[in-house]
């Protein structure tokens, strides 16, 4: 009997510790859903207000370079084209400048696709775009330019998150720069909505396919 009264006092106090952190975590979780809901509506506005809110506790800065290569870079009977790497990792609350290689030419933006010519999401809505020989690669061709959007016959592929808001066209055979400021962890899917593929409709393979014209952007926190 004493032996229960006891268990029973000393379970009380421990019930209303778990109740409180349950009431805390149910707290946090409504906030955190709430904030990635608004966050990354896919719409850039609100995406820069979750980056301010980062600022205020400090930003850091990464690097991410991707290559798009060909399908003869990669060989006979290659689907290419491809982004290398297809899969990759970004820190949270960090300011990432992404580099972008593309050895490939264009295929125009056509009908309903031609929006994904303009650039959004990334800082200032802008990217750099400056010309490469793709037989000597380390050399450039043509000066810097900083654009907003290309003209729809010369883009060539497209990095597009549609969960964060941001698309950048690229241009054939050119060295693409941008910065892109990133909010809390989490996994968003990218696709190339430049028809790059296979078929008249330019819509076949790789297009879509994951470790070609697709793949995911891990936030890590
Ligand atoms: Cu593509």
């Not at 055979?173 to 296979?198: H, L, N």
């Amino acid at each position: 009997m004493k032996g229960s009264a006891l268990r029973s006092e000393g379970g009380e106090p421990a019930m209303w510790v778990l109740g409180g952190l349950m009431v805390l975590v149910l707290a946090v979780a409504g906030a955190l859903i709430g904030g990635f809901a608004t966050s990354f509506g896919g719409h850039l506005k609100v995406a820069q207000t979750a980056v301010q809110m980062a600022n205020t506790s400090g930003t850091t800065a990464a690097t991410l370079n991707l290559t798009i290569v060909t399908g003869e870079m990669m060989g006979q009977g290659a689907v290419g084209p491809a982004y290398v790497p297809s899969d990759f990792t970004v820190p949270a609350h960090s300011t990432v400048k992404v580099t972008v290689t593309d050895f490939d030419g264009a295929t125009p933006l056509t009908g309903s696709l031609v929006k994904y010519s303009k650039v959004s999401g990334t800082v200032g809505d802008v990217m750099q775009v400056q010309g490469i020989n793709p037989l000597a690669p380390n050399t450039t061709v043509g000066s810097l330019h900083t654009m907003n959007h290309l003209a729809p016959a010369l883009v060539g592929h497209t990095l597009t998150i549609a969960k964060l808001g941001i698309n950048v066209p690229m241009a054939g055979q050119s060295r693409i720069t941008f910065e892109i400021k990133t909010g809390g962890p989490g996994v968003y899917q990218w696709e190339c909505m430049d028809p790059c593929g296979a078929g008249e409709s330019g819509l076949g393979a790789p297009m879509g396919e994951g470790g070609f014209m697709a793949g995911t952007m891990t936030v890590a926190g």
